[in-house]
């Protein structure tokens, strides 16, 4: 009996082994809940990512793939503006996973966006230890060291992250901008230079203007800034840059009429009023330019201009 018992046996077993074969087969076939989740951010649909990946489906993840479900869940609310809820699951998925490049990367960007700067910091600096030559990381300490006034840190950081992303002309414009602040014009120029021959535009051509202007080339900086206006009638920095620049020139006519030009673009602009009050004053407008200079006094939200006019109004006559 035994004997004639033992093929059977052998044969249920196979078909058991062939059965959860099958099944395993199936499931691998089938989309995961993370597959699902990326499907869903692909096609922008972030509030059914966040209602997939519940606290309940996270747990279910696997090891492998909890920090991606984290990550996930962080940047579609991030997309749907809910900054708590994004740097919760940021947070989580960093307690979990402490050397996750990824999640420590938005995590310090969130925070740095953010302004937290302090906060963002040894996030970025844990990045480094895992991965030195980590240009999102390095990136995101060069932004808050210039935000904070270390221009020697800054550069070095932006100098690290352009070794890999040095096709990114935003990144050679804030580098251009550290450089100009630390006085160093001549390779402000360049890093200018380099951003516009990648993808000319307004921003490259104000900080190759600003760099010209330090360097004494007066006439080529205002060309340069003619240039970056053509490229962007409507950017207001440009065109306060422009009359200061022409005022500081002693050129009065043309810094009043670019005074306008910023009017124009914002009534109550506190420079734009101040230029204009200070060029329609040196040349013996008095009452013109008190009524600018009072306006531009009364700009609560520009104390060193509005603190500029008031001097000047308690020498008018």
């Given at each position: ?14 078909l058991a082994a062939a059965l959860a074969a099958g099944c395993a087969g199936m499931r691998r076939g089938m989309p995961t809940t993370l ?49 708590d809820g994004a740097l919760k699951a940021y947070q989580v998925g960093v307690a979990l996973h402490p050397k996750d490049v990824n999640l ?214």
């Amino acid at each position: 009996m035994a004997a004639r018992g033992e093929p059977v046996r052998r044969a249920a077993w196979l078909l058991a082994a062939a059965l959860a074969a099958g099944c395993a087969g199936m499931r691998r076939g089938m989309p995961t809940t993370l597959d699902s989740a990326r499907s869903l951010f692909e096609a922008g649909r972030y509030a059914d990512v966040r209602a997939l990946l519940s606290d309940r489906e996270l747990q279910e993840l696997s090891d492998r793939d909890v920090p991606r479900g984290y990550e996930l869940l962080g940047m579609s609310q991030e997309r749907l503006g809910l900054s708590d809820g994004a740097l919760k699951a940021y947070q989580v998925g960093v307690a979990l996973h402490p050397k996750d490049v990824n999640l420590l990367t938005h995590l310090g960007n969130l925070l740095h966006n953010g302004g937290l700067d302090a906060h963002a910091r040894p996030y970025y600096e844990r990045i480094l230890k895992l991965s030195p030559e980590n240009a999102a990381a390095h990136l995101g300490l060069a932004e808050v060291d210039h935000r904070l006034g270390f221009l020697d840190r800054a550069a070095a950081h932006y100098e690290t992250a352009l070794k890999e992303w040095n096709d990114q002309p935003r990144l050679w414009v804030d580098y251009a901008r550290v450089l100009h602040d630390m006085r160093r014009y001549a390779d402000a120029l360049e890093a200018a230079g380099k951003a516009a021959s990648i993808a000319d535009g307004p921003a490259a051509r104000g900080v190759r203007a600003s760099a010209l202007w330090g360097l004494g080339r007066r006439v080529e900086a205002l060309q340069e800034l003619d240039a970056a206006q053509r490229l962007d009638p409507s950017q207001l920095p440009l065109a306060q840059q422009r009359a200061l620049w022409l005022l500081e020139a002693g050129e009065l006519e043309r810094a009043n009429a670019a005074a306008v030009l910023v009017l124009n673009l914002s009534a109550d602009d506190p420079l734009g009023l101040w230029v204009r009050g200070a060029s329609l004053l040196r040349r013996g407008r008095v009452q013109e330019a008190r009524r600018d200079l009072e306006r531009a006094a009364a700009q609560k939200a520009a104390p060193f201009v509005a603190a500029a006019a008031h001097g000047m109004l308690e020498e008018l006559p």
